[in-house]
C-alpha cells in the first residue's frame, strides 16, 4: 500500500504518490482546481487513490514561519476534512514551510525554463513534502 502527497494551491494540486516500501516519493501530475468553487477534482483523486492503492494522504499544511496557522493552513485544514469524508482514509497535515521556494530553487538550478517550472512546481512541492513524512518514519 502506498501513501499519497499533495500540495493545495488556490488554482493547482501537486500530487506525489510513495513507492511499495514507502522510501521514495515520485511526483505523479497537477490537478487544475478551483478553490473558490470548491471544485478540487475528487473525482480525479479517486481514480489516483484506487490506482495506486493509497491507505493514507499527506496534505501539506503550510504554516507561517512564526508556527503559527494563517489562511493557507486552514484551507488545508478544511481540505483534509473534505479528503476523510469523501475517501474514509487517514490525513496526516505536514509542516511543509518553504517547500514551494526549495521546488523552485532545484528547479532553477536544473536551468528549467519559467514556463515549465509554472507546470511543475506543485508536484515538486508535493514530492518535497511526502519525502519529508517518509523519511520521518525512517
Do not use: C, H
Not at 508556527?67 to 481540505?79: H, K, L, M, V, Y
Not at 514530492?127 to 513524512?133: H, P, S
Amino acid at each position: 500500500m502506498r501513501i499519497l502527497g499533495l500540495d493545495l494551491g488556490t488554482k493547482t494540486l501537486g500530487v506525489a504518490v510513495s513507492d511499495e516500501l514507502r522510501w521514495t516519493a515520485q511526483g505523479i501530475e497537477t490537478i487544475k482546481i478551483n478553490e473558490e468553487g470548491r471544485d478540487y477534482q475528487l473525482g480525479r483523486l479517486s481514480e489516483l487513490i484506487k490506482q495506486y492503492e493509497v491507505e493514507k494522504i499527506v496534505l501539506g499544511m503550510p504554516k507561517n514561519m512564526n508556527g503559527t496557522i494563517g489562511p493557507r493552513a486552514e484551507a488545508s485544514q478544511s481540505f483534509a476534512e473534505i479528503l476523510t469524508k469523501k475517501f474514509n482514509l487517514p490525513v496526516i497535515l505536514w509542516d511543509e514551510r518553504l517547500t514551494t521556494m526549495a521546488a523552485e530553487k532545484m528547479l532553477i538550478s536544473a536551468d528549467v525554463s519559467r514556463k515549465k517550472r509554472k507546470k511543475v512546481i506543485d508536484k515538486m512541492a508535493a514530492v518535497m513534502i511526502l519525502q519529508g513524512y517518509l523519511d520521518s518514519l525512517n
